[in-house]
C-alpha cells in the first residue's frame, strides 16, 4: 500500500505561483506513475500532469503546458507541482495519484479509475 499527503495549497491572485507537495510513504515501489488531478465544483476530476518514476517522462494536459511543471525527488519520495501563471481557472482541490505500471501505461493514464493511491487533496484559489 503506498500513502499520499498532498499539500502546499492556498489562496493566490491571478499570474502568481504555487507549489504543491504530495509525500509519499509505504511501498512506494508501487508509484512508478504518480500524477496530479484537479476538480473544480460541478466538474468530473482530471488529470493536470503526471510523472514516470521521476526519470524525465512527464506527461501534460494541454490547458497547464508551459506553466505548470511536475518533479519527483524521489531520495524523499516526493512529488512536486510547480504551478506558475496561475488563472483563475486553475482554482480546484488537487489530488496526488499513484499507480503501478509501465512508462507506455503512465503516458495514458488519465482517467480517475486508473489510479489506485490517492492523496487527500489540496485547495487552490486563484482570485483577486
Known amino acids: 500500500e503506498v500513502r499520499l499527503v498532498a499539500s502546499g495549497g492556498g489562496l493566490v491572485q491571478p499570474g502568481e505561483s504555487l507549489k504543491l507537495s504530495c509525500a509519499a510513504s509505504g511501498f512506494t515501489l508501487l508509484a512508478n506513475c504518480m500524477a496530479w488531478f484537479r476538480q473544480a465544483p460541478g466538474k468530473e476530476r482530471e488529470r493536470v500532469a503526471s510523472d514516470y518514476t521521476g526519470g524525465g517522462s512527464t506527461y501534460y494536459a494541454d490547458s497547464v503546458k508551459g506553466r505548470f511543471a511536475i518533479s519527483r525527488d524521489k531520495a524523499k519520495n516526493t512529488l512536486y507541482l510547480q504551478m506558475n501563471s496561475l488563472k483563475p481557472e486553475d482554482a480546484a482541490m488537487y489530488y496526488c495519484?499513484?499507480?503501478?505500471?509501465?512508462?507506455?501505461?503512465?503516458?495514458?493514464?488519465?482517467?480517475?479509475?486508473?489510479?489506485?493511491?490517492w492523496g487527500q487533496g489540496t485547495q487552490v484559489t486563484v482570485s483577486s
Open positions: 495519484a499513484a499507480a503501478p505500471g509501465s512508462r507506455f501505461w503512465c503516458a495514458g493514464a488519465t482517467r480517475v479509475e486508473d489510479f489506485e493511491y
